[in-house]
């Protein structure tokens, strides 16, 4: 008679999960094994079909430091399970770490503890991932997210993760590719690997060659990534609850399926570039934001070059003012139909029928317009690259083909990206009810309200969708806007406004650039280091109430040193910092959340 696991596990079989690259007749001989010497209650039955085809070893005593005796190909190749190679492992003492021939990520980290680095590819689903393993581990694992459609492994940010004492991962998404080319994306299984199935295989093998080599479990599992990153963390939390006791999600492009779309679309807006309508001048942005930044920044009761109040900016802001002769100097004259262009940017995308597609663009995020609005400062003519990814999901996602032009977009491309998404790539993280994941873990979001990458609306949008269908989420989900940000980090030259909180991305942008992590000049804290206040909420139970953000100035032409600027506290949204009317206002302590 069978055991009742040996039942479930033939069940499985029938239908197992895809392209994880185990043979699964060797499986079920280890799993079985595996059963009796009572390791299931530890783990989730996916981490154990996994775990039975990589437990060919004995593991060393939880309590030793990890040496570098075992990190070596032959030990990695030794516990990976079948369809799957391990490429590279090296013993890193140098603090240094390069892998050649990454286009995604061509910068790598400096100033690394010792560790082990492993580079393993799944042959048999296509994708490969990158781990730091420390000598010195604190039993956290920390997987990191990528950006956009790059694809490649990002070293740099494991580099930072890794020195907050945990393994640190990251998946290349299935594809090897540069900023604002989607070409890669010609089959199915390289669309799907991005989408999700990539990070999920990683994550599942990643952890057990993690608990195989320290011989001892992983206590807590986090995530930390923006963008494309962000998506990837709401998409995993929604596919599995059991993958993270905690989420770092930082402007999630949550929404695949109208995201391109919209992308499409004001594109279109702002073609063709000869009309007079046509915001074709990065000048052109440069005035409207100055001008965006006069009106409102005001009327959030305090004039510092922030806009912390948008929603009050969208009921007054008067763009009328910035018209002048047409004779005048293009870069900081607007036309009326170039106003009106603008017009249409800052509103939702609403189709005839009066279906909201997408979140328009927040007032104060104009710099950031160039991204889809401008020609790419390098254009790939053979594929009539105008802008960063103009027309190329339709044409390699979405099956268009190669000469399908913005010019012919049309609100009809909505329903076949929906379709598209929905049926085969899986790409939108558009479960609003989190109910699963909410005895398990926390999120920390965030989006800068300058950011038109992926309009911040849209994040707020998520969260107030998520609210809608599970009413107050603040025992595990706090969403923190960022007045004056920008995409994922930094804040526009006019503006100064705080940023800094150890996000993804965040710390690499200041000195010591490389070997940057958390918060520079001691800021380290869970105060004012998202990510330590997110390990601190999960693993203390100290809810975060504020975050101190901060900015920095250079104090030397090579921008190699740094001096505090300012500092100020990010409330749980909706609330928002309010000046107590006395104290220096670079200062947090003069502000409060209310």
């Known amino acids: 008679m069978k055991r009742g696991l040996e039942v479930v596990f033939d069940a499985w079989l029938s239908q197992p999960p895809r392209n994880l690259g185990v043979s699964t007749p060797s499986i079920k001989h280890l799993f079985i094994h595996i059963s009796k010497m009572d390791l299931l209650e530890m783990m989730t039955f996916w ?3 996994t775990l039975g085809a990589c437990l060919a070893t004995s593991w060393p005593s939880p309590v030793e430091r990890r040496q570098a005796a075992d990190c070596s190909l032959s030990y990695f190749t030794g516990i990976t399970p079948a369809g799957v190679r391990v490429e590279r492992v090296q013993h890193v003492t140098t603090g240094f770490f390069v892998e050649t021939g990454n286009i995604g990520y061509p910068t790598f980290p400096t100033g690394l503890p010792e560790l082990c680095a492993v580079i393993v590819n799944n042959v048999t689903a ?13 039993s956290r694992f920390l997987t990191i997210g990528s950006y956009s459609f790059l694809g490649g492994i990002n070293w740099l940010e494991m580099g930072v993760g890794v020195k907050y004492g945990g393994v640190t991962l990251s998946t290349d998404t299935g594809h090897s590719s540069g900023a604002g080319d989607i070409t890669w994306a010609n089959t199915t299984q390289k669309q799907v690997n991005w989408a999700y199935q990539a990070l999920q295989g990683s994550i ?10 320290y011989g001892q479990q992983i206590t807590y599992s986090y995530f930390s990534g923006c963008s494309t990153g962000g998506r990837q963390g709401l998409k995993h939390i929604q596919l599995d609850p059991n993958v993270f006791d905690g989420a770092l999600i930082g402007a999630p492009s949550w929404d695949t399926k109208h995201l391109m779309p919209w992308l499409s679309k004001s594109a279109l807006w702002n073609l063709p570039e000869s009309a007079s309508s046509s915001l ?3 000048g052109l942005f440069s005035r409207l934001q100055a001008e965006v930044l006069k009106q409102c920044d005001p009327l959030d009761g305090v004039k510092d070059n922030i806009i912390s109040s948008p929603s009050a900016c969208r009921q007054q802001f008067d763009i009328s003012k910035i018209r002048c002769d047409i004779s005048s100097n293009k870069t900081s004259c607007w036309t009326k139909a170039q106003t009106e262009t603008a017009a249409k940017m800052y509103t939702d995308y609403v189709m005839g029928d009066g279906k909201m597609v997408y979140k328009g663009s927040e007032y104060g995020s104009e710099l950031d317009w160039t991204t889809y609005l401008l020609p790419a400062i390098a254009n790939d003519n053979s594929q009539n690259v105008r802008r960063n990814f103009d027309a190329q999901y339709e044409r390699y996602f979405m099956d268009y083909g190669a000469g399908w032009q913005t010019m012919s977009y049309n609100d009809s491309v909505v329903g076949d990206a929906e379709a598209r998404d929905e049926r085969t790539v899986q790409a939108t993280a558009d479960q609003f009810d989190l109910g699963a994941f909410r005895n398990r873990g926390k999120i920390i979001m ?5 950011d038109n990458v992926v309009p911040v609306q849209h994040t707020t949008y998520y969260y107030n969708r998520t609210v809608e269908a599970m009413g107050d989420v603040g025992d595990f989900f706090r969403y923190f806007q960022i ?11 006019n503006v100064k406004a705080p940023w800094m909180i150890g996000g993804a991305g965040q710390s690499v942008q200041r000195p010591p650039y490389a070997s940057a992590w958390s918060v520079p000049l001691g800021f380290n804290d869970s105060r004012h280091d998202a990510l330590l206040a997110l390990m601190d909420w999960v693993e203390q139970g100290r809810g975060v109430t504020q975050i101190v953000a901060s900015e920095f100035n250079f104090t030397d032409a090579t921008l190699q040193k740094i001096v505090l600027y300012r500092q100020r506290p990010l409330c749980v949204f909706p609330k928002t910092a309010k000046w107590d009317g006395r104290g220096d206002q670079n200062v947090a302590t003069s502000w409060s959340c209310s």
């Open 126 to 138: 296509n994708y490969r991932f990158g781990m730091f393993l420390p000598d010195d581990w604190n």
């Open 204 to 213: 599942y093998l990643g952890k057990i060659l993690a608990e195989t080599y």
């Open 446 to 450: 965030y989006g800068g309200l300058a």
């Open 280 to 282: 074709n001048d990065a």
């Open 47 to 49: 981490v154990l079909v």
């Open 483 to 493: 007045p004056g940000m920008r995409h994922c980090w930094g804040t526009p030259d």
